[in-house]
T-cell receptor, first 117, second 114 residues
């Protein structure tokens, strides 16, 4: 069974600085998706970024980028020019690629990010 | 295009009562997933449904919990004879095509069992 580990329960960053959140996962599959979701105090789950495992190029979305290391099974999230609105819980998640495989998302326990003004 | 809708947003039940949580997927989406988030925890998969079919219920507790997604109307997660341990946030997500699509989440239902 796949597992997702986020080893940093809490992180903090100064406004306008850069922060990196760590995520590792365990799988025997060769093709899969990885996601970062953000959960602000409102508790709404918001998709931040998505990476297909077959793509070597790291995904980017504006100030958010990932460092995907497939061999190391590592998927970290970098937030550049941090803003107060980035303060939230961040969850890393894994999903199988294969049609007919499990469609469920497997989540890590989350990292609470605080942004200091 | 409206997002995933869940109601109620907050639900209070006494031990032994029934809880019904509703989820309307995004327009054009026919795949629905339910997840549960216990306090200070990540989300845990419960069940995956398509219209009129349960595809994967490997995360559902064997007793008291059931889910449906009828041909017409929202998906329903039903918890019978609730206990205090059922207190959690229940999230619904939907996607257009299961294995190629991103799942988009609703705002969740916070269930409190007194």
């Amino acid at each position: 069974a796949q597992t997702v580990t986020q080893s940093q329960p809490e992180m903090s960053v100064q406004e306008a600085e850069t922060v990196t959140l760590s995520c590792t996962y365990d799988t025997s599959e060769s093709d899969y998706y990885l996601f970062w979701y953000k959960q602000p105090p409102s508790r709404q789950m918001i998709l931040v970024i998505r990476q297909e495992a077959y793509k070597q190029q790291n995904a980017t979305e504006n100030r958010f980028s990932v460092n995907f290391q497939k061999a190391a099974k590592s998927f970290s999230l970098k937030i550049s020019d941090s803003q107060l609105g980035d303060a939230a819980m961040y969850f890393c998640a894994y999903r199988s690629w294969t049609q007919g495989g499990s469609e469920k998302l497997v989540f890590g326990k989350g990292t609470k990010l605080t942004v200091n003004p | 295009n409206a997002g995933v809708m869940q109601n109620p947003r907050h639900l209070v039940r006494r031990r032994g009562q029934e809880a019904r949580l509703r989820c309307s997927p995004m327009k054009g989406h026919s795949h629905v997933y339910w997840y549960r988030q216990l306090p200070e925890e990540g989300l845990k998969f419960m069940v995956y449904l398509q219209k009129e079919n349960i595809i994967d219920e490997s995360g559902m507790p064997k007793e008291r919990f059931s889910a449906e997604f009828p041909k017409e109307g929202p998906s329903i997660l039903r918890i019978q004879q609730v206990v205090r341990g059922d207190s959690a946030a229940y999230f619904c997500a939907s996607s257009g095509r299961a294995w190629q699509e991103t799942q988009y989440f609703g705002p969740g239902t916070r269930l409190l069992v007194l």
